[in-house]
């Protein structure tokens, strides 16, 4: 397993890779709002290049905007025989977001990493 941090005040995003199962874990603490774009967008680059299953841990996220939603959609679609799954709890207004837009029957949501990560290895 290894793992990166990339911080501003706003939002810290923490990519982790696990061999067992093999995926990417992005955890976001903080705001996914406009001053934190490039952040989000180099993750899940990193990712998409991967071609890994993927868990985004929205635990410690407070605010998720457009991007961050663009971006798991982008994700979805650039490996369709991928899984990518969120951890949980998701804050009130990004849940409202995923409700809304109809993306949260896309992504299975998970109270824990390990329960998401237990998920893959099925």
Do not use: K
């Amino acid at each position: 397993m290894s793992s990166t941090a990339a911080e501003n005040p706003d939002l810290e995003v923490v990519t982790t890779w696990h061999d067992t199962p093999p995926a990417y874990v992005i955890a976001l603490r903080g705001d996914a709002e406009p001053l934190t774009h490039d952040r989000l967008e180099d993750a899940f680059a990193q990712v998409r290049r991967s071609r890994l299953d993927l868990v985004v841990d929205l635990s410690e996220t407070a605010f998720g905007d457009e991007l961050l939603l663009g971006l798991l959609l982008a994700a979805r679609g650039a490996a369709p025989s991928h899984t990518v799954v969120l951890v949980g709890p998701i804050c009130e207004s990004f849940q409202r977001r995923l409700d809304v837009t109809g993306a949260a029957r896309i992504f299975a949501a998970y109270g824990s990493r390990v329960a998401a990560l237990d998920r893959l290895a099925r």
